[in-house]
């Protein structure tokens, strides 16, 4: 007896081959570029219109070409990558990342990719990829990065024109106001001495006008140290910092318990420098908003670096609340110039805050 109606495998069919019909028409009108890549061979299955403009490829006519095509150089080697994602789909049957890619007119475009792996029932295994064009975005990350590198350029450069600087001052008021003190100083004092009895006000005026040259001298060896301590030029890090913990304890009250372990190598003068600006600026902090009555302080060494401690008894504070603090940004920036590490704790019990600078300076 004939068959007036279809069979269920032929209604089946019929219903299959709508349905991919139906799936071929999303894929072909995707706002993403679609690619289906022979994963036996490595070619071109499939491009829809979106992946073939992103790519500048006519219709078909990336169809049969093997994925070399698109691959664009990079700092890594092309057979490297593609063992990785291949490791990576045979484990998981999946992979996501960015790809630099290049179209056929030469020009580099980026794309952010998922690929996945499964079985076609006429194709066999393959690699469906589906592509999103972030190259605006990668260019604006990298003009922003640029930006970020050549202001970071110049504040290192400020910063060393203002050490610079600031040692010329130094050794100006040094050399020439320092000296130019003593020696009046010395001279109204041998004056006074060679006064008789009877000019005694006038001698007394004299030692007066000295001592007060005597103080102007001591302000005058202050706003050096201030400027640029002697002590670290002369006798290196451990030492100024060792004078620097002393004389700030004094003027403001804080005891200091400190340990200083001299590093086997001395650090050149750039590194002994913002070692030494980033304690300053620490204790600094301590005494301007810690409310502490008590700092203990280390600095030690090994073979790869420095490292500073500064560990206050105040009354804490939420980190997240003066992470735009000028202080600490420019403790950050000379951590971060010589590729160290910065750490900060701070609650009830106090604030403790851990650099780490290496000898070698990141790139």
Known sequence: ??????????????????????????????????????????????????????????????????????????????????????????????????????????????????????????????WVAVHTDITDQRQALHARDEALAQLRRL????????????????????????????????????????LGPESAALANALQEVARTARHTQLAARDICNHLRPQVLDDMGLVEACRWYARDWSTNVGIPVRSR???????????????????????????????????????LSGNAEGLTLQVQDNGHGFAPEQVSGGFGLMGVRERVRQHGGEFQLESGAGGTTVRVSMPYVSAP
């Open 1 to 126: 007896m004939p068959h007036f109606f279809p069979t269920e495998d032929v209604t089946e069919k019929a219903e299959r081959e709508q349905q991919m019909r139906l799936q071929s028409q999303v894929i072909a009108n995707m706002a993403e570029g679609v690619a289906i890549v022979h994963a036996d061979t490595g070619h071109f299955a499939y491009a829809n219109p979106r992946f073939e403009q992103m790519m500048g490829y006519g219709t078909g006519e990336l169809n049969g070409k093997h994925v070399s095509i698109i691959n664009a150089p990079t700092d890594q080697d092309p057979m490297d990558v593609a063992h990785r994602v291949i490791a990576e789909l045979r484990l998981h049957g999946h992979w996501r990342g960015e790809v630099k890619n290049i179209r056929a007119d030469g020009r580099e475009i980026w794309t952010r990719s998922t690929i996945s792996e499964f079985v076609h029932e006429d194709m066999g295994k393959v």
């Open 155 to 194: 504040s290192l450069n400020i910063q060393d024109s203002i050490e610079a600087e600031r040692l010329a001052v130094s050794r100006e008021v040094h050399d020439q106001l320092g000296a130019a003190l003593t020696g009046m100083r010395m001279k109204l004092e041998s004056l006074a001495a060679r």
């Open 260 to 298: 200083f372990v001299t590093p086997k190598t001395e650090p050149d003068g750039r590194l002994a420098t913002d070692m030494f600006r980033v304690m300053q600026e620490l204790l600094t902090n301590v005494a301007r908003h810690a409310a502490a009555t008590q700092v203990q302080l280390s």
